[in-house]
């Protein structure tokens, strides 16, 4: 394993592991992504998104764009929430103007027995581009590789693309819910092989994204999604390559109201949602000084980035407020890495974004002045 | 004022005033829709959605028909919730497979300016409607009177149509609060007119949906949808015509979060979607033995009636148990009307419909004995 440049901004990092920092450190869900005009040019180049997913130059070329233009402290891999499913043999596309599809759903008995956890040699793909994109962050910042939860898996597998009521999937969990689970336990053991794999390839932080894990009804969520992405985090690698701890990350979309039950997961952070208030957050999970807890990450409303930038910098401070004081002392205590909500959306004026990391960084270091 | 037929079937509206019945309420959100094929021949005959909604006759059939085929303990106004944007001028029409869509979107100083509360003789129909269903229900049922909150009507008026990001509603909200605000206030006189004249033709309790409360950030829901469901709230009247008490109920979808928020409200029901742990509301907002509480109405997962029957019991029961026992004496305690956490899907199987109903009635009346 060839042995890469020392971190220069270790931010995102000591934050995700409780410890103070000068500021709060940010970087954006789908930062590398279509507002930016540099990635619409790379993705013509590329011909489609999977083209530009599995070819190891145009992920690094992509992931790297945000960095040229904001000082975010962390990059995030480009890659898709299903490529794990698509190795299983599934066939994953993208049409044009329209989310992923899936050749095959899984629907009935036979089609869940012929699911395995797929061999990471046909992710090799997705491997290759965390070590060139870790190679050419050349330390920056560090990277963070991700997966989609078993249970968000498990919605695109058996809807066989996205869905606005998830009938096909909650049928089969009411009705077969032996059949949900044999999916679940085979994606999270595939997560789990998928993410130690990006670990072992360079990523510094992994992240499970539990996208509709909010969709689920109270009690079916710890059983089929909670449930999951625990059989994930005890099967994940603690150091990486460099023999440093990397931080798991743990991110229910609309999961606020089972925080609690979150907070014994065995991860580092959890993400929020823009629905949570982070105060309210910190006080149930973000722990004390010097005892357990966990990072929060998030959570302003992605359509903030559509209002001018003083009203930018009135929302960042209401959310950074909302988290109050980091820890700043030099044990452990409560941190805050800010991000999104949810993914930036494709028609945010890319200056927009300059003046979010600005009025982060800026109230950020002024509340601990 | 025609007198109506005294109520055979109270317990709905018990329920809602929190005291005892010998069995759980039920009624079911979009309980007059697609699931059922009579529906389908009388939308047919009436030509399209608005046809069928403006028609009296019409509207009065289907909104008794579900009643025909299970014992519910309601009835709801066969109608939509976007008729009050509609009177404005915005010009509503349901192209067939799609959702509603406004001929004129409200997104500028310009539009917002043209906004009034609008003559509630455009809204006739409704009122006539209700009149109708309540001769037509003869005293077997209550019937429920509705109108979207103001916050979910903006939605639609700004973003001229359904949404799945609302950026456009929550551009104006965060660029330009002061214009928000304004159609909210309106809205909320509005919507207040509207359920008044309500009551006045024959509703013996009222509804008010904020669908899409749960789509916005922590701090902007207390201030642009919570606040305005106040200033509903605070106009309503607070008898029917036969003098007895309307109650109010409150649904706001993915609003678990705020619930301890919502407490306050001058309502006596509030209504909860699937991912509200029934067991920890009751203690957040169910109140005591007489004492002060709001009766809780919700919040079975819709796929659940995709399963068969012995799995739709299950889940019922789970969602009965979770409430726990209601109150029992001859003051006032914690109340539970059951419903489904949003509207029934229209692919529904009648014949589950009728087995959830069954659960029901079956289980509520166990946990009694």
Redesign the interface.
Known sequence: MTAFAPLQNDTFLRACMRQATPYTPLWLMRQAGRYLPEYCATRAKAGSFMGLATNTDYATEVTLQPLDRYPLDAAILFSDILTVPDAMGLGLTFAQGEGPRFATAVRDEAAVAKLEVPDMDKLRYVFDAVTSIRKALNGRVPLIGFSGSPWTLACYMVEGKGS????LV??M???RPDLMHKILAINADAVAAYLNAQIDAGAQAVMIFDSWG?V??????QNFSLEYTKRVLAQLKRTGVDGKVVPRLVFTK?G??WLKEMAPLDCEVLGLD????LGAARALVGGAENGPGKALQGN??P??L???PA?IAT?VA?VLD?FGTPYQGTGTGPTHIFNL?HGI?Q?TPPENVAALVEAVHKHSKAQRS
């Open positions: 606005d009521d998830y009938r909650k049928s969990l009411y009705s909010g689920l009804a109270d009690g079916a969520f609309g606020g109201l823009w629905t949570v208030n302003i409303d359509n903030v559509f209002a001018p009203q929302e209401r909302s909500g959306s028609y």
